[in-house]
């Protein structure tokens, strides 16, 4: 039997305290990092720690039935069979799911009975008393468990469920479908929500503590990185040193296809890369890809795994692309999620794909630590015909290769903000590089194959920041020159303006790393033409004694200072001033609560005002707002008998100076 790692203990822990007061908690844990054995874990301490009558009702979700298949596996083989009643529930022979495989397969393999109606699913919970029971479920089959009730359930990846409220793969989430008294939920990719609603259809996120809980334990992709619990990874991007060759591979699928097999291996001729798993949009373009590869390349063989094949012919296929020295394995997706394998150097997007939690579920798959393995790549045929152009524009010309590359530089960095990202479904651009209509292995094009393998190059990402580093630089002699951090759409050095237009376009959108930001404020970057505009009266500010409220002047910037001066306190209070400001207006002294002393302060100073004015009808809101608002709050308090009886006898006394009352 297996023993738990450190992190695991710590996981572990952390739900069986969490249970004791919550019945719904989350952990958000890297690809890799044992998540499996963690709930399996957890549910044997919890039947432990539970009376005989608790804990009887068991039940796992999963988005496939391969998935499943492999919980399942995992499970009976750390509890034995003889132990607990096990059952898959399954509506279909498929989920519904690209490339999954058929529930009877898995029935045959485990020997464990499918339910497939309600009225089998309602004899196994209800009736069924001499065991406890595990069963096993697809999200899309959790309709069949409407009405039931259960004592404990794991949502694994349960980024699954978040979206659209009503949506199949969400029914388990709510008591009112399945009453369940404790839920688990597990994901390496947590998908949260900003808005309730979108295009009129309810939408929740799992950071909706209502539906998911709190986060009990978490362990991020860098942490993971860090601890050498998962390989870190580099990205390798395919360059083409001629535009017109580029802008051929953008247009003719076929000759992509070949550009694909070349950048292959050349990632293999380059950095060694022997064992790589190509992820396409359709069965069928992985399968040809397959073709394409054993008829035309003299390094690889290719194998090619879906779930249409049966059992034995893809275990067969898997056996194949391990044991050969340098081979490639095709498939659509049925390798994408719940997959071990530590062989694994690369993955290959060789489809334009938009999904975020399947860009990073996938390159899970290189991150399996394994003997002499220092990294996992990530390949992306996505062809640039300069380089250094692309870095200047934050790749805006590729879509699909800007979204990639930001995707796997947060997963590096700072896993918050790909949490932010994953809100936001990114919509394919027409551009992109989708195929259609691909003959594999044709050449009918007036190309020279040779030109062809020649032009393209393989080279690591790395860039990528070292670029971002250069362009800080850059920033910090801007703002030496100009004594400010904003740069203008139409500033004369165009490579400047034009990345400072991204990172505010980034940041808008949410979509900039949370580090990146960190160290742009650092470097005084401003996002905004308004925080531009602020940071012009700060420094006129900081160069005035501090216009207290109660100062009264005809001098109209000292006004508008004053005025000022007065917003950052009322922001301030209601949360509403960033951690930048705060920063900027603390290393100046500013005080942002005046003190009690302060009334009397302004008290005396309106006096000599009224006295200087000749009456108090004199201090108009036009002329003076701040002192008219003082006055008028002052007096709202006296008409409610609000005001301490001293401060209330000088604003009676100040008001009758004239003989009038402010209205």
Known sequence: MLTPRPHQIEAIQANIEAFKTQTRIKNIMACGTGKTFVFIKTIEELIELSPPDDMQNIIIFAPTIMLVQQIAKTTISHFGRTNFDYAIICSKKKAGELDDISVNEVATNLKIKVLSSQKGVSKAIEFSIVKRKIIFCTYKSSFLLAGKSLDFAVFDESHRTAGELDKPYSFALHDENVLIKKRLFVTATEKVAYRQTSHNVDRIGMNN?????????????????????????????????????????????????????????????????????????????????????????????????????????????????????????????????????????????????????????????????????????????????????????????????????????????????????????????????????????????????????????????TDYDTHFSEMLGLLDDYVKKYGHGYIPENFSERKLSNWASSQRQAHRYKKLPKYREELLLEHEFVFSFFDY?????????????????????????????????????????????????????????????????????????????????????????????????????????????????????????LLKIDDIALT
């Open 533 to 653: 505009e602020w940071i012009e009266v700060f420094n006129l500010y900081q160069k005035t004694d501090s216009p207290l409220i109660s100062k009264a002047s005809k001098d109209e910037n000292f006004k508008k200072l004053a005025l000022w001066e007065g917003r950052q306190r009322k922001a301030f209070r209601e949360n509403k001033l960033n951690a930048f400001k705060i920063s900027k207006l603390k290393s100046i002294g500013f005080v942002f609560e005046v003190a009690v002393k302060g009334w009397d302060d302004s008290y005396y100073e309106i006096k000599d005002l009224v006295n200087e004015l000749g009456s108090v009808k004199a201090i108009t809101k036009k002329d003076y707002p701040l002192q008219y608002q003082w006055i008028n709050k002052n007096k709202r308090l006296l008409q409610k008998e609000e005001l301490p009886k001293s401060r209330a006898q000088k604003i009676s006394n």
């Open 209 to 461: 503590p209502k539906y998911y809980g709190e986060t009990v334990y978490s362990l991020p992709f860098k942490t993971a990185i860090d601890s050498h619990l998962i390989a870190d990874y580099k990205v390798l991007i395919t360059v083409v040193q001629h535009s017109d060759i580029a802008h051929l591979l953008s247009e003719e699928s076929d000759v992509l296809e070949i550009a694909n097999r070349f950048a292959l291996e050349k990632a293999y001729m380059d950095f060694g890369i022997s064992k790589i798993i190509t992820f396409h949009s359709s069965i069928e373009r992985a399968k040809n890809f397959s073709t394409l590869m054993n008829e035309n390349s003299p390094i690889f063989s290719s194998f090619h795994v879906s779930g249409e094949q049966d059992a034995d012919e893809r275990q067969e296929n898997l056996q194949k692309f391990i044991q050969a020295n340098h081979s490639i394995v095709t498939n659509a997706r049925c390798l994408t999620e719940g997959i071990d394998s530590p062989i694994i150097d690369a993955v290959a997007f060789l489809d334009a794909r938009s999904s975020t939690i399947e860009i990073v579920q996938a390159v899970g798959r290189t991150q399996r630590i394994a003997k002499d393995k220092k990294f996992g790549y990530v390949i992306l045929p996505l062809y640039v015909d300069n380089y250094s152009q692309a870095l200047e524009s934050n790749f805006s010309d590729n879509s699909s290769f800007k979204n990639i590359i930001d995707i796997l530089g947060v997963l590096r960095n700072e896993d918050d903000d790909l949490r932010a990202g994953l809100s936001r479904s990114r919509e394919r651009n027409p551009e992109s590089l989708v195929f259609d209509n691909i003959v594999v292995g044709s050449n009918n094009l007036n190309i020279d194959v040779d030109q062809l393998f020649n032009s393209i190059s393989v080279e690591v990402a």
